[in-house]
């Protein structure tokens, strides 16, 4: 029998998606997005090439895969061209047979990313129209596929051959025991019904939004991965409780500096911001659509225990570990304190989260280089012990441990719960 995998953003987007992605695509015969845009971006890295996805699964890597857009993905044509021209330039061609695109997605048009670039700024949103689109979708005035390839537009004849009605694509795979893969954008805590509201994208990028983003039955699915950084990210505004630095610190920085010795002794000496720029520095944390610095700090147990709540997570795939190499110490959110009460649940009022300052407890770093190790047993005590905690306090099993960008550098933990 095949099965349906679910790979979901266990914080705020930026988790290794991608990565994940790829790797579980070498077994899966058909790989699925099924929800955002191209806020999304995606990078995966083959060898000494870089990949850049905003709208198709990276599952197109793999040449002999079926690839599709779920009807909850929003589609600007223009962009999704540029992106099949841009693949097909590397060799990696993309026609209908390796790609299908749901009739009923809705397409981001001119006018909505105007709207977009006029209202989004106090969010943050990257300025692609993925707001406004969804607001004319569920205001039930959008443009969906099936029609737009109908219209006088230069891109409809090109994506015509693209369009079909997806969901029979999936569904039929799973009734014939192939392995689906179903990949999320954005990440848990950006969902429109349950991530830190107004400062979220429009869409559900939440592991339920598989299903309703393709169009499949909860019980199809056999397991849930959330991907989770060995630390945490958050690129636009809205509350972050283990911030380190302020957002206006992290703008202002230079990009194009590398990290100096003051900076690590100023890190290893407790000075916050300086802890956050090693972390962006050493993660390049820099947004791959916007290409903005993202906002960087320490792993919150609190969030990602509601992430894996939310998700029904199985397993955890902990990415970028090798980032915290060189840090003396370590620490992790155990709780919010909210002016001298403790809680361990996160609170779904923004305004509360905005005042929650992080509990930590602390970890001894390691100084050594991570990036090969391919079994658990190949690192050292230190990140064992860390990774050790990370389960023990969101109570979720760890499935995946990725200790750098490429393919083969992770360690496979729960084999059971992947193809
Ligand atoms: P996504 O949106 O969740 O797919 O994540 P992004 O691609 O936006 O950001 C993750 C970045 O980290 C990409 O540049 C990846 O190549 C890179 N990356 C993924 N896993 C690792 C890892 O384990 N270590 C390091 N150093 N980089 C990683
Ligand atoms: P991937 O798939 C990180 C953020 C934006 C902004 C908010 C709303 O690469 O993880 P939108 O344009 O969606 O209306 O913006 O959501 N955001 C992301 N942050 N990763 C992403 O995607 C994101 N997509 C949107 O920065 O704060
Ligand atoms: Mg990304």
Redo the contacts with the bound molecule.
Sequence with gaps: MGKTIVIV?GQW???????IVDILTGDADVVCRYNGGNN??????VGTENFKFHLIPSGILHRSKMNVLGNGVVIDPEVLIGEIEGLASRGFSVSEKNLSISSSAHVIKKSHIEEDEKKGRAIGTTGRGIGPCYVSKISRSGLRMMDFIKSSSPYANRLKPFVKDTYLIVNNAISNGKNVLLEGAQGTLLDIDHGTYPYVTSSNPIAGGACTGIGISPKSISSIIA?LKAYSTRVGSGPYPTELGTENETKSEDRDLGLTTQDFDGANKGNEYLQGKVLRKQ??EYG?TTKRPRRTGWFDCVAARYANTINGTDGMAI?????LTGLNKLKVCVAYDTGGKRIANFPLDIEVLSRCRPVYREFRGWQEDISHARKLSELPKEARLYLDALQNLTGTPIAMV????ERS?TIILKKKLLF
């Design positions: 953003g987007g930026d988790e290794g998606k991608g990565k999304a971006g995606h990078t995966v890295v991907v993660g390049m791959t990415t970028k570990l090798d980032v990725s200790v750098g960008p550098q």
